[in-house]
C-alpha cells in the first residue's frame, strides 16, 4: 500500500518518512548489507539472505499493491537511511494482522527516524482495521523495547537463546504485540 509523505526535522536534520517507490531498489539494496555491518540486533550476518536491487523491486512491487502490506523508507536529501516493512498474512486466520520490523543506518540513529517509521506503521495499520501487529527485537535491544512498549506493544513471550552472536553467546529474542485499541 501506499501512504502520504511526511517530513520531520529533529536538531536541525530534516528527513521524510514515504512509501518505497522502485526507483529505491538500488539503495535499498546497498542500505541493507550496510546495516547489517552496524548491528547485532538484526536476524542476519552481513551478506546472508541478501537481496539485489531486482528483489527489492519485487518486494517494493507486491508491498505497493497488497493492502495488507506497507514498505516505509525514510531520505534526508534523497540518501535513504532508513526502511520499514509491515507484512500481513494471507491466511485466513492470520489475517488480521502483520509483522513489523525496522532497520536504521547507525549515522541516522538519534533522530527519531525509527521512531516515526513504527508510528507511520501504527497509524497505516489502525486506518486500515488491521487488530494486532507483532515484531521480534533481541533481548539486548533495550531502548526498543521501551520504544516499543510507549507504542502499546506488549512482551508476549521469549524465544530462549534464539540468537547465537558473534560474541558465542546465545540471547533471547522477545516477542512484542500490539492490540488495536477498541474504539
Known sequence: ?????????????????????????????TLRLKIDCETEYLDREPGEAFIDEKGFEALIQEDSNECRHLFLVADIEGDIVGFSRCEGHSLKRSAHKVTFGVAVQKVAWGYHIGKELLAASIDWADQQGIQKMTLHVMETNQKAIRLYEHYGFEIEGLLKKDKRLADGMYYDTVVMGRQRPVS
Open 1 to 29: 500500500m501506499i501512504i502520504s509523505e511526511s517530513m520531520f526535522t529533529v536538531r536541525g536534520v530534516t528527513y521524510r518518512i514515504r512509501s518505497a517507490a522502485l526507483a529505491d531498489a538500488k539503495q535499498l539494496s
